[in-house]
């Protein structure tokens, strides 16, 4: 039962009151309405599907990285494999010779037009090493897009709620200064009456302040949710109204879901993981750089084909020609074994790093599991849900309308009060499911 249901009630000054506190609501969301035009319009009321459904926005910081990471990844695959392919280039000169008495042609002109092909036969692996390496990096970067899309996932489910709750939090808040203010309403009425020292008065407008300041801090709190939404779905277009999804229908989202076993979980993350897997693969993309820097102290076998024209006929001038051509390396002054060395570091530091991925990913497992633990127990407590809160209510609305008491807003706030309480445990469960499955690799087609 929503906050605007008790402000429409029929206490008429409560009524009066919370609808004149909320004419700044509306003129905040007619401002947030006004921010929305600068790109293509999302629908309204903005539902959660829609909204999780913009994660793989090209817009956003990750998925532009990722897609730069991947060029170069690619690219870098693309130059591996161009080294077992075939080359060919045309070759000119333009060149004027005196010519010796002892050269039969007198011509000065010794210019020269060929086209040269080359082709690399055997190298010792090195070759298939290089790509072998760049297929691995590049499968590492493809299965880092899956994580960079769960994790942005995460954060627009969790901005989503902080839009909710928001709003339900404004609306407690609203609530909270109206009775505040019928309070005050009251007191300065005894305080004409003398009925009420000045002392106490004070102290009951002090009160009243501090609810406006919540109230206003709240409205503000409104705003940057929805900025923050924005940015993550659709920059620029500030959603007025969203649509509360209903968790319980969302099985994987759900306090009904089941919790496995935390060494499962362990398991199922050491296995699916997108870091680790990405990790892994980059590991064995440096392990194969080495066999290719190693197979550098090897020869080079390659096919060379050349055709040519001259422009002077001399004994070495061949039209054609065919041969193979062995490059055997004896000294580089240290170089392959640089090399062989500033990559086994670099397979040393991936190797720390992925322990630093497993520890992290334990505790972070952990954590996420007590929390679903303690979440699902306190859904499942009995004092969770709002019957005593509603029946308080209900009796409260009918002793006031026969003006035996007043205490019908203050149920009010306590029912809003624990209405967000309620919320507050919906929406951490929801998100805490979300990242467990993003940790475990999980997909996360939770409207699929």
């Not at 290089?130 to 899956?146: D, G, M, P, Q, R």
């Not at 390659?302 to 054609?320: F, H, I, V």
């Amino acid at each position: 039962m929503s906050r605007r249901f008790f402000l429409n009630s029929n206490m008429s000054r409560f009524s009066y009151f919370s609808g004149l506190f909320f004419i700044p609501l509306s003129l905040s969301m007619t401002i947030m309405a006004a921010d929305s035009s600068v790109s293509e319009p999302i629908p309204e009321p903005l539902t959660l599907k829609y909204a999780l459904s913009k994660a793989s926005n090209t817009d956003s910081p990750e998925i532009m990285a990722y897609s730069a990471q991947y060029q170069m990844a690619q690219a870098e695959q693309d130059l591996a494999i161009s080294e077992q392919g075939v080359f060919a280039e045309i070759n000119g000169r333009l060149r004027y010779v005196d010519p010796s008495s002892i050269v039969p042609s007198s011509e000065t002109n010794d210019s020269k037009l060929s086209l040269d092909i080359y082709k690399r036969l055997y190298d010792f692996g090195r070759t298939s090493a290089n790509i072998e390496a760049s297929k691995y990096h590049l499968a590492s970067v493809e299965t880092l897009y899956t994580d960079y899309l769960s994790k942005r996932k995460v954060s627009i489910l969790q901005a989503y709620f902080n839009v909710l709750l928001a709003d339900i939090i404004y609306d407690h808040a609203n609530e909270a200064m109206a009775v505040d203010y019928v309070t005050l309403d009251k007191a300065r009425s005894r305080f004409e009456l003398k009925q009420l020292s000045e002392i106490d008065l004070l102290k009951i407008e002090n009160h009243f302040r501090e609810s406006r300041r919540e109230r206003t801090q709240a409205l503000s709190d409104q705003r940057l949710t929805r900025h923050r939404l924005a940015q993550l779905i659709n920059p620029g277009h500030m959603s007025v109204k969203l649509d509360k999804p209903d968790l319980e229908q969302l099985h994987l989202l759900s306090a009904s879901r089941e919790l496995k076993d935390i060494e499962q979980l362990y398991e199922i993350a050491y296995e699916k993981n997108p870091r680790l897997i990405a990790s892994n693969h980059e590991l064995e993309s440096v392990r194969l750089k080495i066999s290719a820097f190693q197979a550098e102290k090897y020869p080079v076998i390659s096919l060379n084909l050349q055709a040519a024209d001259y422009a002077r006929d001399l004994g070495s001038s061949d039209k054609y020609r065919a041969g193979i051509q062995v490059k055997i390396p004896l000294y580089q002054a240290g170089q392959e074994n640089a090399k062989i060395k500033k990559v086994t570091g670099r397979l040393i530091q991936l190797e720390a790093e992925q322990l630093q991925i497993k520890r992290e990913l334990e505790q972070q497992i952990l954590e996420l599991w007590l929390k679903i633990s303690d979440l699902k127990q306190q859904y499942s407590d009995p004092d969770f849900n709002l019957e005593y809160r509603d029946l308080y209510l209900e009796r409260s609305r009918a002793l006031y309308e026969l003006e035996v008491t007043s205490d019908l807003g203050d149920a009010m706030v306590e029912l809003s009060q624990a209405q967000l309480f309620k919320a507050q445990t919906f929406f951490e469960l929801a998100v805490a499911w979300a990242k467990l499955d993003s940790l475990t690799g999980s997909l996360m087609n939770y409207y699929e």
